[in-house]
């Protein structure tokens, strides 16, 4: 089981705004080129996004479903990755001071990713979790300095993904 740690220098309210907004996936999770809509309103119960991960050529196809979401302080996605099967993901966050502690717990569910879950493959979730941390901290952060250069109010979103949100 991977489970990685990040302090995040935003307030959790910050970072469970990233998590929330489903066309900001892809600014934060490795791998993921593009995100659609396909199920109910991200982050509740149920919602579902399909995600495009491009490999030079090769495109693949798949979707997160959230299985469970607790506003502000935890959500628990299951990735389905076609043959390798399906993942569950949890994101948990607790107020660190002004900041925000994210923790990140990874497992296989279903299919070839568990049968073949072994060392090599955990240092391999680590090191895509240690880069979607970094990447979560990035958006966060920049969201939180837009937040301070604003003043009161919601700050405007700025990064990739912007003309979507």
Same mark, same amino acid.
């Given at each position: 089981m991977a489970v990685r740690h990040r302090l995040i220098k935003a307030a959790p309210g910050t970072v469970w705004n990233? *998590? %929330?907004d489903g066309t900001r996936y892809g600014e934060w999770v490795v791998g993921t080129s593009s995100t659609t809509p396909v199920r109910g309103q991200w982050p509740a *119960?149920? %919602?579902t996004l399909e995600f495009q991960v491009r490999l030079g050529p090769v495109s693949l196809t798949d979707q997160t479903v959230v299985r469970h979401c607790v506003e502000g302080s935890l959500l628990e996605l299951e990735a389905k990755a076609g043959f390798l099967g399906t993942a569950r993901i949890a994101l948990e966050l607790r107020p660190w001071g002004e900041h925000c502690l994210v923790?990140?717990?990874e497992h296989p569910l279903q299919g070839a990713g568990g049968l073949l879950h072994n060392v090599g493959v955990e240092a391999l979730?680590? *090191?895509r979790h240690r880069a979607m941390l970094v990447r979560l901290a990035r958006c966060c952060e920049q969201d939180a300095q837009a937040r301070d250069r604003a003043g009161p109010g919601p700050a +405007?979103?700025?990064g +990739?993904? %912007?003309a979507h949100a």
């Open positions: 990233v *998590l %929330a *119960l149920g %919602a923790i990140v717990d979730i680590q *090191l +405007p979103h700025t +990739p993904g %912007a």
